[in-house]
């Protein structure tokens, strides 16, 4: 399992800047993946992939997102 890589939340194309500049504000660990085109669903969609952290800095960014995460596949 690779432990850079703990969940993840998908955002539309026009969301990733507002995402970006919060979570640097805020000092949060990410990475972005683009979409992939072979994908049926979410084809057009970010993901904010994020590492395994301390529950109060992942209730900040549940807080952000508004919604809980998804666990990152393996």
Request: hydrophobic residues 40%; positive net charge.
């Amino acid at each position: 399992m690779n432990s850079s890589k703990s969940f993840y939340y998908t955002v539309e194309p026009d969301m990733v800047d507002e995402y970006k500049k919060m979570l640097d504000l805020m000092k949060i660990p990410y990475q972005i993946e683009a979409p992939v085109a072979l994908l049926a669903n979410g084809t057009h969609h970010y993901s904010f992939v994020f590492p395994n952290m301390p529950g109060r800095l992942y209730a900040m960014v549940r807080k952000l997102f508004q919604a809980d995460a998804k666990p990152y596949p393996q």
